[in-house]
């Protein structure tokens, strides 16, 4: 389990190259707070090893990073 953990954390460092400060897990109704994001990058989550995909109609299912007032944050959407 400790390896699939480590390999998944290592691809999406990797991908984003930032250290976010901030991390947000959004749920039903809130996957348009990302509009008010500037985005840096977005991740789908079926690209991401081990990640797991999001099962609910209307849910992204992407890994955002962008700013926000002025922070570096990472989003579940």
Excluded at 11 to 26: A, Q, R
Excluded at 39 to 61: A, D, E, M, W
Aim: one cysteine or more; aromatic letters at 6%.
């Amino acid at each position: 389990m400790y390896e699939k953990i480590e390999k998944t954390r290592l691809f999406i460092e990797n991908m984003i190259g930032i250290k976010p400060e901030i991390g947000i897990v959004l749920g039903t109704g809130l996957g348009n707070f990302t509009n008010k994001m500037e985005i840096i990058k977005s991740i789908p989550y079926n690209t991401i090893p081990n990640f797991p995909l999001s099962t609910v109609q209307g849910h992204r299912g992407q890994l955002i990073l962008g700013k926000i007032g002025g922070k570096i944050c990472i989003a579940l959407q």
